[in-house]
């Protein structure tokens, strides 16, 4: 099978990830539930964990890098817990259902949403921003790259939007974290949320978000935490407060073991390879008749994701055929990105997703490409 569906989830892993995760399950107890070995050792490696994610993303204090089980539940976190009934939030377009349904949910008890608008081509204008300021905003939260388009958000220029008139700035890094550099400091970022499964190469049910210096949340789910226990409350002490119950230890020892491998191969080197690839792909497939291609795919830096439709055809069809036919896995349909299809016109018929990553090779994206030429020349 050639896998290129990375940016739904990384189904190739280093080595050491599984390694790592079936020493944890006959090694590793419950962090924080007693002082004997066991648990004290799992406190070390997720304590661990959490000192490499800090340094990843430029987060002074490792205790505000807070573990969740993926980056929903921590965009729910975030954006639950800063916003409210009476504010306004900006956010744009290219957002995923994990960002806009808790801020239509927000919408719908009472608090003013703006929506920026893309071109053509899926791209967004940071200079909307000025345009949609009210007296009542209270922050931004938008994506770093589509997960449709692959299209990259000026992080920092939003950012310094953000902090020229006070506001938070909430970043879903779902399709960058461990592709792209992200300095939370430099770029301006108040809260980012990431997930361990996609381009940080761990396992699912892993993820997390990071919170600036000053920026705090309440609680979103409050029971064990191995402290304070006669207490009526959840602990306020971070990480503590934002992470009841059981973490998922056996996930994050592999998310570690991830952190590990990205930092000795490098983040950069990992990000360029698996651009120039998707830029291979796209170069044998823009000149192929009845096929469409969405995205600024000139865009010189972007997420590796080129996201095409074959005539009027089904895009789930499209990518069974694919499967059944060359074995190549990709996504069609919607991507859970509603209001990115809407704009790029693609409602009905979706798009046909090929995401790519390091452990891909130059002749399974050429196979890939010849695949997508065949099928137009059968189909159209």
Not at 24 to 31: K, L, P, R, T
Request: charge should be negative; charged fraction near 20%.
């Amino acid at each position: 099978m050639i896998y290129l569906d990375s940016a739904a989830t990384s189904f190739h892993k280093p080595p050491c990830v599984a390694e790592a995760v079936f020493k944890a399950m006959g090694q590793m107890g419950n962090s924080g539930r007693g002082g004997h070995p066991i648990s004290l050792e799992t406190g070390r490696v997720i304590y661990g964990a959490r000192k490499k994610l800090a340094a990843l993303f430029g987060v002074p204090d490792p205790s505000r890098v807070i573990f969740t089980a993926n980056s929903t539940q921590s965009l729910n976190m975030a954006i639950s817990g800063l916003f409210h009934p009476g504010d306004h939030v900006i956010t744009t377009v290219l957002e995923h259902n994990s960002v806009l349904r808790p801020l239509f949910r927000l919408e719908d008890q009472g608090m003013a949403l703006t929506i920026l608008p893309c071109d053509q081509k899926g791209r967004l204008d940071p200079r909307q921003l000025e345009q949609a300021l009210r007296p009542e905003t209270k922050g931004v939260v938008c994506t770093h790259a589509s997960n449709l388009t692959g299209n990259m958000v000026d992080i920092p220029q939003v950012g310094r939007f953000c902090r020229d008139h006070h506001l938070l700035l909430v970043v879903d890094a779902s399709q960058t974290a461990g592709a792209f550099p992200i300095r939370m400091e430099e770029m301006g970022i108040h809260v980012l949320c990431f997930t361990g499964h996609k381009s940080l190469l761990g396992p699912q049910g892993t993820g997390g978000l990071c919170l600036a210096p000053g920026v705090e949340l309440p609680s979103f789910c409050v029971g064990g935490s191995g402290i304070h226990s006669y207490s009526r409350t959840q602990p306020d002490q971070l990480p503590e407060r934002l992470e009841a119950g059981t973490l998922n230890g056996h996930g994050i020892a592999g998310l570690s073991a991830a952190l590990d491998w990205l930092a000795e191969t490098g983040i950069e080197k990992i990000g360029l390879r698996e651009q120039q690839l998707a830029r291979r792909f796209y170069q044998q497939v823009k000149e192929v008749p009845d096929v469409k291609i969405y995205g600024d795919l000139e865009q010189h830096t972007r997420a590796p994701i080129v996201a095409l439709n074959i005539g009027d055809n089904d895009s789930q069809e499209v990518c069974d055929h694919l499967a059944q036919r060359y074995g190549i896995a990709v996504r069609g349909g919607a991507h859970c990105a509603p209001l990115m299809h809407k704009a790029l016109g693609t409602q009905e018929q979706g798009a046909v997703r090929f995401s790519f990553c390091w452990f891909n090779t130059e002749d399974e994206v050429d196979q890939a490409a010849r695949a997508v030429a065949e099928t137009a020349e059968e189909w159209t």
